[in-house]
C-alpha cells in the first residue's frame, strides 16, 4: 500500500514501559519539528474508545474469538479514520501497540491460530504493517511489580499467560528482525530511551 509517512509501533508487556517512552519520544520529535501524530490500539477512535473500554474492563468471560474480533473491530476503524490518512498525509504515526499485541495475547498466549490472524488482520487493515516496531522486551515479574495493583482484565491474566506473551513477542522479533528491534526494557528509564533513541535516529 502506498503511503507518505512513517509507521512505528511500540509492543511489549504491561508494564514494559511503552507510554513512558512514547512521551519521552514525543519531546524529542518536537524538538525535531517532525509532524506526528501518537495513538493507541486499541482506542485510538471515538468509536474504538468504547471497544476498549469492554475489552480492558468488562468482568464477564469474553470468548477468545470475541476478543480477537472485538481488537479488529477497534483496529479497522482505527487505520482507517487515523492511521492512513496521516501516513498518507506524510506524517510520521507512533502507535501504542498494533498486530504484534494480537499476534502476542490473542495467538500465542490464548492459542488462536497466528496465520489465521494474520489474514483477518491484512483484512481489516487493508495489509498496512508497520515500518517499525520496537518491542520492550521485560522479565514478568518486574513488569507486574511496575504495574502494582491496579490491573486491568488482561493483565489480571495468570503469569504463564504473561509468560507466553513475552515468548510471543521474541518469537516474532526473531521471525521479523527487520521490521521488529528488541529493546532491554529492565533498564532505568534514561537507558531505556537511549536505546530506543539510537534505534529511531537509524530510520528517521
Ligand atoms: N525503565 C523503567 N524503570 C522503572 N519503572 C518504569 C520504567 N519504565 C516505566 N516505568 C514505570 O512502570 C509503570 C508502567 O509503565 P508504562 O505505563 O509506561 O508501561 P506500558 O508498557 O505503557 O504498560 P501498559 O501496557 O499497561 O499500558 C509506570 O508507573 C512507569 O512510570
Ligand atoms: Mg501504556
Redesign the pocket.
Known amino acids: 500500500m502506498k503511503k507518505d509517512g512513517f509507521f512505528i509501533t ?1 509492543e ?12 519521552m519520544l514525543e519531546e524529542y520529535l518536537v524538538t525535531q519539528k517532525k509532524d506526528f501524530i501518537i495513538t493507541r490500539d486499541p482506542g485510538g477512535t471515538k468509536l474504538g474508545s468504547k471497544l476498549r473500554e469492554i475489552l480492558l474492563t468488562y468482568d464477564g468471560k469474553i470468548a477468545p474469538f470475541c476478543e480477537l474480533f472485538l481488537y479488529l473491530a477497534d483496529r479497522a476503524q482505527h487505520v482507517d479514520e487515523v492511521i492512513m490518512p496521516a501516513l498518507n498525509n506524510g506524517k510520521m504515526v507512533l502507535c ?2 498494533y498486530i504484534d499485541s494480537t499476534l502476542a495475547y490473542q495467538g500465542y498466549a490464548r492459542g488462536l491460530n497466528i496465520d489465521e490472524i494474520i489474514n483477518l488482520n491484512n483484512l481489516v487493515t487493508h495489509s498496512l504493517i508497520p515500518d517499525l516496531t520496537l518491542l ?1 522486551d521485560i522479565e514478568t515479574g518486574i ?1 507486574m511489580k ?3 495493583d491496579k490491573k ?1 482484565r488482561l ?1 489480571s491474566e495468570a503469569a504463564h499467560f504473561h509468560e507466553k506473551v513475552r515468548f510471543g513477542y521474541l518469537d516474532l522479533a526473531k521471525k521479523d528482525p527487520q521490521r521488529i528491534k528488541v529493546i532491554d ?8 530511551y537511549n536505546q530506543v533513541i539510537e534505534i529511531i535516529k537509524q530510520f528517521v
Do not use: Y
Open positions: 511500540f511489549g508487556a504491561d508494564g514494559s514501559g511503552k507510554t513512558t517512552q512514547i512521551k501504542d501497540r520492550f513488569a511496575r504495574i502494582g486491568d493483565e526494557a529492565s533498564m532505568s528509564i534514561d537507558d531505556v
